[in-house]
Nanobody, 119 residues
Framework: QVQLVESGGGLVQAGGSLRLSCPAS????????MYWFRQAPGKQRDLVAS???????NYADSVKGRFTISTNNAKNTVYLQMNSLKPEDTAVYYC?????????????WGQGTQVTVSS
């Protein structure tokens, strides 16, 4: 099993920056890809960015050029650097990971961290 705990959320003015962190613990050697999702009130949970173990990244169009996903050298912590924040970025941000467990792949989720961007 893998445990994920997000931190770094908070209240920031439009144009500001925040850095989210999500350390993974447990069976981290099985992690294939890590993600950041977000969910605004009354809306579905959407993918923000993802990063593979080899460092390949993918971003939602709405955050390209403003957000950067990265991991530490040990590949057990994923970060999301968020710059030029907009009010529409307000959401609960969730960290997730795809983990190989034998012949299956299982998804793990963190509990979420609130990001609020004021105009």
């Amino acid at each position: 099993q893998v445990q994920l705990v997000e931190s770094g959320g908070g209240l920031v003015q439009a144009g500001g920056s925040l850095r989210l962190s999500c350390p993974a613990s447990g069976s981290i050697f099985g992690i294939n890809r890590m993600y950041w999702f977000r969910q605004a009130p009354g809306k579905q949970r959407d993918l923000v960015a993802s990063i593979t173990r080899s460092g390949n990244t993918n971003y939602a169009d709405s955050v390209k050029g403003r957000f950067t996903i990265s991991t530490n050298n040990a590949k057990n912590t994923v970060y999301l650097q968020m710059n030029s924040l907009k009010p529409e970025d307000t959401a609960v941000y969730y960290c997730a990971a795809d983990v190989s467990e034998g012949q299956t792949v299982r998804a793990y989720w963190g509990q979420g961290t609130q990001v609020t961007v004021s105009s």
